[in-house]
């Protein structure tokens, strides 16, 4: 019997991730946002935020600025939650900024 688990399915190893694009960027100057993203964002916007997962927002091609970002986050938007009450105004930024990461160029 095959087990059935919550979360994205597994793409592969952190350095096969990075050869497909799909590692969780590194911030050393913003390591509070990565975590809280890993903490509370991946499970629906995936390691590279493309995932979209139950509705979510492909992140590499938000055009949300960062404040609007920051609103989103604290407000929540369509079926996303709101983080207001479970984060600090410092997360709240750390993470925005953070997610500024994923985006194309």
């Known amino acids: 019997m095959m087990g059935v688990s919550c979360g994205p399915p597994d793409r592969g190893s952190a350095p096969q991730l ?10 050393p100057e913003n390591p ?3 975590k809280i993203y890993v903490a509370h964002c991946r499970l ?6 493309q995932m979209g997962g139950s509705g979510a927002a492909n992140l590499a091609i938000s055009l949300l600025t960062l404040e609007e970002s920051k609103e989103v986050i604290a ?4 079926l996303m ?7 600090s105004v410092e997360e709240i930024d750390a993470v925005a900024q953070y997610i500024q ?3 194309v160029k």
């Open 75 to 78: 407000k929540g938007r369509n």
């Open 44 to 49: 629906c916007h995936g390691l590279d935020g």
């Open 81 to 87: 939650q709101s983080y207001e009450n479970t984060l």
């Open 101 to 103: 990461l994923f985006k």
């Open 32 to 34: 509070l946002g990565r």
């Open 18 to 27: 990075a050869k497909k694009g799909l590692a969780l960027p590194d911030d």
